[in-house]
């Protein structure tokens, strides 16, 4: 399974932007707008913040938003709070034999 | 509201099985998928297949094909996954989650450590 491409580490100051990316290919983030995002702290289970690229789920605070350009999907996180520091999982639905697949997964770190 | 509740951590030896449930509740069980998810200590989310309570029907990712079983009881609202032939790198938290038609998995159970340790 060839998990997407995330940047391992990511930070910023409370009341910065941040930008996670996704990195796949045309069979799966270019090719379907299949692509999740979680939220997951130590411990927990994976939390859904966004779904089907750019929605956001009832609950999930509007400072979450997503988008996707060609094979590239994006988490942007604005106005950071330190409840924010976790580790984000991007996901895609895959035309491959493996029907789906999670990225790398990025730690956000608040300053 | 939606829930999902799995069963407890288990320790097995090498080669034996175990069998992940998950009980649901606060929706219509039929209405959606579940799909498994494991986590390797330290390591990120690997999918490893859904099931349609609906049908039964189910799909892996090639990597589990032949060694996971999942199925449904929908008497009880309760998925299962079996997991063969263990060794000791699939020790890891299984996760259920419910999901969408469209992949989105937008409820996840607490996860069930499984130790495959001699």
């Known amino acids: 399974q060839s998990a997407l491409t995330q940047p391992a580490s990511v930070s910023g100051s409370p009341g910065q932007s941040i930008t996670i990316s996704c990195t796949g290919t045309s069979g799966d983030v270019g090719g379907y707008n299949y692509v999740s995002w979680h939220q997951q702290y130590p411990g927990k289970a994976p939390k859904l913040m966004i779904y089907d690229v750019s929605n956001r789920p009832s609950g999930v605070s509007n400072r979450f938003s997503g988008s996707k350009s060609g094979n590239t999907a994006s988490l942007n996180i604005s106005g950071l709070q330190a409840e924010d520091e976790a580790e984000y999982y991007c996901?895609?639905?895959?035309?491959?034999?493996?029907?789906?697949?999670f990225g790398t997964g990025t730690k956000v770190t608040v300053l | 509201q939606v829930q999902l509740v799995q069963s407890g951590a288990e320790v097995k030896k090498p080669g034996a099985s175990v069998t992940v449930s998950c009980k649901t509740s606060?929706?219509?069980?039929?209405?959606?998928?579940i799909h498994w998810v494991r986590q390797a200590p330290g390591k990120g989310l690997e999918w490893m297949g859904r099931?349609?309570?609906?049908?039964?029907?189910?799909k892996y990712a090639q990597k589990f094909q032949g060694w996971v079983t999942m199925t449904t009881d929908t008497s009880i609202s309760t998925a299962y996954m079996e997991v063969s032939n263990l060794r000791s790198d699939d020790t890891a938290v299984y996760y259920c989650?419910?999901?969408?038609?469209?992949?989105?998995?937008?409820?996840w159970g607490q996860g069930t450590l499984v130790t495959v340790s001699s």
């Open positions: 996901s895609s639905y895959t035309s491959s034999s493996n029907f789906y697949v």
């Open positions: 606060g929706y219509t069980f039929t209405g959606y998928f």
């Open positions: 989650a419910r999901a969408l038609a469209t992949w989105t998995q937008d409820y």
């Open positions: 099931i349609n309570p609906n049908s039964g029907g189910t």
